[in-house]
């Protein structure tokens, strides 16, 4: 059975970094073509992609935000990590990984970890 | 950037009617190999996403065989024979290409 759960700080400041960890079972990400995504969904909005890492730890960024994004993982503890620099209220989401096969397909989603940018 | 225009916005049906979802990419989403990376999420109220369809027109597991996927190119479909109570919620479309993804706006689907 896979599972997958994010964990993040809850609420943090304008302009700090956030750092999430999403922690999988089931899986491995030294399995041949398997991945983890990072999505975010503001309240009562639609998904935006964020970063995927494979197996091989080739990373994928959402254009539009890849300045401040970085992806890593831990094979070995089974966990991958998201960090966002310089955050602001526009950040405030909840925070999603997913499992990722090599279809690109997103197929085990986390429950999500809710996140607030707040002064 | 590959943009996915879905419609309508909000659908409103009754239990056991027939309901299509349109999604709409503004490129081509065959590659070189010829497979089409375009996927169907459903994501019900207070729920994370769950995959509905893979690849255009495959099922993922334990989806219910109502739920079929159909389209080719920029034009996809997603149909719903007989909708179900467990049903309702915001449906997705995906894509994968050109080392991005991308989410259509969303439809919403009620109750009449």
């Known amino acids: 059975q896979v599972t997958l759960k994010e964990s993040g700080p809850g609420i943090l400041q304008p302009s700090q970094t956030l750092s999430l960890t999403c922690t999988f079972s089931?899986?491995?990400?030294?399995?041949?073509?398997?991945?983890v995504g990072w999505i975010r969904q503001p309240s009562g909005k639609g998904l935006e992609w964020l970063a995927n890492i494979w197996w091989d730890d080739d990373k994928y960024y959402n254009p539009s935000l890849k300045n401040r994004l970085t992806i890593s993982k831990d094979t070995s503890n089974n966990q991958a990590f998201l960090k966002i620099t310089n955050v602001d209220t526009a950040d405030t989401a909840t925070y999603y990984c997913?499992?990722?096969?090599?279809?690109?397909?997103?197929?085990?989603w986390g429950q999500g970890a809710s996140v607030t940018v707040s002064s | 950037d590959v943009v996915l225009t879905q419609t309508p916005s909000t659908l409103s049906a009754t239990i056991g009617q027939s309901v299509s979802i349109s999604c709409r990419s503004s490129?081509?989403?065959?590659?070189?190999?010829?497979?089409?990376?375009l996927y169907w999420y459903l994501q019900r109220p207070g729920q994370s996403p769950q995959l509905l369809i893979y690849l255009v027109s495959n099922l993922g597991s334990g989806v219910p065989n109502r739920f079929s996927g159909s389209g080719s190119g920029t034009d996809f479909t997603l149909k719903i024979s007989g909708v179900e109570a467990e049903d309702l919620g915001v449906y997705y479309c995906m894509q994968a290409t050109h080392a991005t993804w991308t989410f259509g706006g969303g439809t919403k689907l009620e109750l009449k």
């Open positions: 089931g899986f491995s990400l030294s399995t041949y073509g398997m991945g």
């Open positions: 490129q081509s989403l065959l590659d070189s190999a010829g497979n089409t990376y």
């Open positions: 997913a499992r990722m096969d090599n279809y690109g397909v997103m197929d085990a």
